[in-house]
């Protein structure tokens, strides 16, 4: 946080100093889009057929209106994921991710960390919610409650007979997170961001169902504030 402190008060005598000059610096790019959010993309690989599929995947940062496919349990750093992994960084600050509709099911790891399917063993202490906050850097785990596949942690009847219901949904069916983030700094929010997520229908004839493990994610909005944005003027 003195980190951030530091920085915006460089930022603003430059600022002062510029403006007496007639010129106005140029803006980093860091400050033009404080939170950065990461998305798992799907790189098949050579080699092996369609079921066997042979990939990896690269953590890549959304720019508004990018889309990215991921897969669901795809492989990272060699080692294979649960769900689909988001990344989510904002320095000096915090962010919190939610499902508006309570539609998509959220999870935690300790301390945030990537969620890797090694960790099997300790699902049972994951935190799972339609809503979660991470502060500075750190992973979720997302997964559309319709999606069919994945991991789900359902401890209620309740939740068990919600799930089912969303299961008949048809796939290509959209799927909302909205993001807002919070600079300690400031002391106020700086930033809306929404993402999109939709399944992808399955080709495989041989499956029993249409939908696939692939999603295609959009950062379809993302919004600095007034009061952040005057600061950048």
Known sequence: MKKRILLCTLFWLLLTLTACGGEK??????????LQIGVLEYIPLEGGTPQENIHTSELVYLQPGDKVVTLSSCLYEDMATVNINLHFS????????TAPDEDIQIAMRDKAGCLYHMYAPEWHTWRYAYEHTIENTGWLGVNPMGSEIGHFWLETHEEVQVYEQYKRLPVGREYFLTVEAFDFAFGQKTVTAKLRIVQLPD??????????GYFEIELVEYELSDT??????
Not at 228 to 233: A, D, F
Request: glycine share 6%.
């Open 25 to 34: 610096p140029a803006v980093d790019e860091s400050f033009l889009m404080p």
């Open 90 to 97: 904002y320095e000096g600050g915090s962010c919190t991710v």
């Open 203 to 212: 080709t495989d004839e041989h499956t029993e169902t249409d939908k696939s």
């Open 228 to 233: 952040y944005k005057m600061m950048l003027n």
